[in-house]
């Protein structure tokens, strides 16, 4: 018999580690139903049943803020798991309780996982597991799951709950005192006699959550058309209760609330207080990584020394990878060749199929490398602190702290970086971090611009390549000051978020990590790649009879139609614009669209490419490139995030006006200083 099982718990209790030792290999990731949103799925096996682990994303409490926390919130009200594994950090008991509470509160089957046990052990916490359980009325396991230590208990405790249950637990009651007893009594009394507002919500935590302003439950209420009688009940009864405890109501469930898991908490935890010295080696390390002097200069070196490192591994690696799909491309040729089909169809697998998979896979190692050592950071709990000392920048650009989190992805692929906008709180923030993280310079963009440096700035080149980037973020502070202050007016939030401890990463999850993060960018954009490349060899074959990639083809026709708009940008000539026009499906597609139609391999790229341009209108070519409309997967993350057309075509509007300005401002501000 199969099971579905939650994994829910605080940000930074080791939800994810315990999920991997959980179900090991045996998980995937897609999207939830609607959004996309993260959905990490695993299975297990002990005896015979199967159980379902799905791995929400990380919440402080059932009331949601946040994309992700309202996702957990609602998989958790309404789907209604068979059981829910509420993963604690033994190290800080009291603050992952808090969640605990709510859930026992909902009537869902419960397991408390008491992960981190061996930090706990460190600060000198010993937690009396059996005397938790009690006072809880569930199952408490200890783990430490970077160890694996403990999984087979939680396994075994977990199925045995699963098989013994035979009704939703409805039991456990939080006392919330005789001053709001009342209230909620008569709250209760009136939903019993109505349908329930969420299907298995017990009536007394139904009238709890209305009380405190619960989004689900409010929005449910509404749904039912019990709203207003509800907020009558509160008019009526609440106002009196208010005026005795001298603070509003919800404020007085919060309290109550604490207070239970502050009892729980004195009851089950002792500390020995003779290694209270050892607490400080954290904070000793934090003084420096997050002081206002040296904070930032030490982020900004460990970012440049990522990158560096991305580009120093992953560069033999492309070689090899370059070496490889060229023999493959090659030999295919040669076999299909002789085998009889025809010049058309070898042209299509070569070039097309082979050339344009290949064109993606090659930056693999780069992906992959980056991903790892951002998985590091995160691992480490040094990202929490990155995104701490950047908070005073990104205030300067009217921005969270946390949106520079997005943004640093942004320089690996603008897909992912989208989708990692979900840990902004308030739509401002997150609508204004997705508009100018198209500016962010993506590893699709490396070859072109490695490519035209190469080409016209000899010695320079590496000067030239980080100046793009410089370049994306400038314009990216620009545009966040202007949207800040006209479509989105308003301050950002303040960062409040918690330093989670340090850890040494584990290499398995590291590993783990950069495979899905790469995995997935292969899926997306080598599906875009393939399908813009087979377009490409299309219209650079057609119509039957003209030369391939000729001026008389109908990628020809395209390009000089738009080439005469690139002519105060310095590059109106039809090639130029073709590379463009199918660079907007993927922008690696903007140096194959040159070697097609320049009749060159990227070697001979760098020779032909001078007959074209110059030094000044290759720079203005690769500010185009850096700053225009992202590719179309980027464009479809987008519209997938903000769920809006209306914003999507926005985006792709702004950001071409600003690409095609910026590279005539190049090229005829150059001209005007004497530059070419």
Request: hydrophobic residues 50%.
């Amino acid at each position: 018999m199969g099971y579905t099982v939650a994994l829910t718990g605080n940000p930074n209790t080791g939800k994810t580690s315990l999920f991997n030792a959980l179900t090991g290999s045996n998980q995937h990731v897609g999207n939830w139903p609607g959004v996309t949103v993260e959905r990490k799925e695993g299975r297990f096996r002990i005896g015979d049943g199967e159980v379902k682990v799905v791995d929400l994303p990380g919440i402080y409490s059932l009331g949601a803020a946040s994309l992700d926390e309202e996702i957990a919130a609602d998989f958790l009200l309404r789907s209604r798991p068979d059981l829910a594994i509420v993963v604690a950090d033994g190290s800080n008991l009291e603050r992952s309780l808090y969640l605990a509470v709510q859930m026992l509160e909902t009537g869902t089957p419960l397991v408390l996982a008491l992960n981190m046990m061996d930090m706990a052990a460190e600060k000198g916490i010993t937690i009396d597991v059996e005397k938790l359980s009690s006072l809880l009325g569930i199952p408490v396991v200890p783990t430490v799951a970077r160890r694996k230590e403990g999984i087979e208990d939680l396994k075994k405790r977990v199925l045995q709950e699963l098989k013994n249950r035979t009704a939703p637990l409805n039991s456990f009651s939080l006392p919330y005192g005789e001053r709001l007893a009342p209230l909620f009594d008569s709250m209760e009394a009136f939903l019993s006699s109505k349908p329930e507002l969420i299907p298995g919500l017990p009536a007394r935590t139904a009238a709890v959550k209305f009380t405190e302003g619960d989004p689900a439950v409010l929005a449910s209420a509404e749904a039912a058309g019990l709203r207003s009688e509800l907020e009558a009940i509160l008019s009526r009864e609440g106002a009196s209760v208010e005026a005795s405890l001298g603070y509003d109501l919800q404020t007085a469930v919060i309290e109550r609330r604490w207070g239970f898991v502050s009892g729980v908490t004195a009851e089950s935890v002792t500390r020995d207080l003779s290694l209270k010295t050892r607490l400080s080696l954290s904070d000793r390390i934090d003084r420096v990584v997050t002081s206002r002097t040296l904070g930032l200069p030490l982020f900004f070196l460990v970012t440049w020394a990522i990158f560096r490192l991305t580009y120093a591994l992953g560069d033999p690696l492309v070689e090899i990878f370059e070496g490889l799909f060229e023999s493959l491309g090659e030999r295919s040729a040669e076999f299909l060749a002789g085998a009889g089909l025809s010049g058309v169809l070898v042209s299509f697998i070569q070039d097309g199929l082979i050339g344009g998979v290949g064109s993606v896979v090659v930056f693999f190692p780069h992906i992959f490398i980056l991903f790892a050592f951002i998985a590091v950071l995160e691992d480490s709990g040094y990202m929490a602190r990155g995104a701490f000392v950047m908070d005073r920048l990104m205030h300067l650009m009217g921005l969270h702290g946390k949106s520079f989190i997005p943004m640093l992805m942004g320089f690996g692929c603008n897909v992912p970086s989208m989708m990692a906008t979900r840990i902004l709180e308030r739509p401002r923030d997150r609508m204004i971090t997705l508009l100018i993280l198209p500016f962010m310079s993506c590893s699709a963009r490396l070859p072109v611009f490695v490519l035209f440096s190469g080409a016209f700035f000899g010695a320079h080149a590496g000067t030239a390549v980080f100046s793009l980037y410089i370049l994306g973020i400038m314009v990216a502070i620009g545009a966040a000051k202007i949207l800040g202050s006209t479509l989105f007016k308003g301050e950002s939030s303040q960062l409040v978020m918690e330093l989670p401890p340090y850890h040494i990463p584990s290499t398995g999850m590291v590993l783990r990590h950069a495979w899905e993060r790469g995995f997935l960018f292969l899926q997306k954009a080598g599906t875009f790649i393939l399908l813009s490349v087979v377009a490409v060899w299309a219209l650079a074959s057609l119509p039957w009879g003209v030369e391939y990639g000729s001026e008389e083809s109908l990628v020809g026709s395209i390009g000089k139609v738009l080439a005469p708009l690139f002519e105060p940008a310095g590059f109106g000539f039809w090639q130029a614009a073709v590379a463009l026009f199918f660079g907007f499906l993927a922008k690696e597609v903007v140096v194959g669209t040159f070697g097609a139609l320049l009749g060159a391999g990227e070697a001979g790229l760098t020779a032909a490419l001078p007959t074209l341009f110059t030094p000044l209108s290759a720079y203005a070519f690769l500010v185009m490139t850096l700053l225009y409309v992202p590719c179309v997967a980027a464009v479809a993350a987008f519209r997938r995030e903000t769920g809006s057309w209306k914003w999507t075509f926005f985006m792709i509007a702004y950001t071409t006006l600003v690409g095609y300005g910026g590279a005539v401002l190049v090229y005829q501000g150059g001209r005007l200083l004497g530059l070419g």
